[in-house]
């Protein structure tokens, strides 16, 4: 099985600027979740998408948005970016259920000048 | 509220030595509980997790830890480390009751095996 797969790997913003970023979970998984994972808060979540419907949104302002496909593909969308928002966001998909083990992709790395 | 604690930002142990990467957590009620390893410029990768039943979980690469609901712990643990264990890994809890709820992680350890 291909394993979650984000695009782009690398990217290169200015402030101001808006960005979409892109996770294809593994193949049967309809859950897909988000983490925003930094040196000095280390691994926060952003939200989770289950079935195309938000199921759990973690602590970030409403300038971080997604939304999952009927594919189970989900985006991941910043707007007006901020210096701090320089990070390695990380995808992860599984099955769905509480007790089910996430697998991640490789991230994107956001650089935000 | 859950939440879950890594005590160390680091553990350097030597090759072929034991180690041991400490994890305690936070739940009202019987948490699910995992472990997760992330290589340099990687994404994180499942290792182990405990659901219910014996308190020794086996996981991938040899790595195992220990449920102790007395002392809300959930250390990971190897017999013999290899300097390819070098990683930063990750705890995390869930906590089943009152709907699903997101994943709460640890801050993460950095294991240094040294040569």
């Known amino acids: 099985k291909a394993g979650v797969t984000q695009t782009p790997r690398y990217l290169i913003k200015t402030r101001g600027q808006q960005v979409t970023l892109s996770c294809s979970p593994i193949?049967?998984?309809?859950?897909v979740s988000w983490y925003q994972q930094t040196p000095g808060q280390g691994l926060q979540f952003l939200f989770e998408?289950?079935?195309?419907?938000?199921?759990n949104k973690g602590n970030f302002p409403g300038r971080f948005s997604g939304r999952q496909f009927s594919n189970s593909r989900s985006e991941m969308n910043v707007s007006t970016l901020e210096l701090g928002d320089s990070a390695l966001y990380l995808c992860a998909s599984g099955y769905g259920r509480d007790y089910n083990e996430q697998f991640f992709g490789p991230g994107t790395r956001l650089t935000v000048l | 509220a859950q939440s879950v604690a890594q005590p160390e930002d680091q553990v350097n142990v030597a090759e072929g030595n034991p180690l041991t990467v400490k994890c305690t957590y936070s739940?009202?009620?019987?948490?699910?509980l995992f472990w997760y390893v992330q290589y340099p410029n990687r994404g994180l990768q499942f290792l182990l997790k405990y659901i219910t039943g014996d308190n020794l979980v086996k996981g991938s690469y040899g790595f195992e830890a220990e449920f102790n609901k007395s002392q809300t712990s959930f250390h990971l643990k190897k017999p013999s480390a290899l300097v390819s264990d070098s990683a930063l890994y990750f705890c995390?809890?869930?906590?089943?009751?009152?709907?699903?709820?997101?994943?709460?992680f640890g801050t993460g350890t950095k294991l240094q095996v040294i040569p």
């Open positions: 995390a809890v869930r906590d089943p009751r009152g709907g699903y709820q997101k994943v709460t």
């Open positions: 193949s049967g998984h309809r859950s």
């Open positions: 739940v009202s009620g019987n948490p699910y």
């Open positions: 998408y289950f079935s195309e419907t938000q199921r």
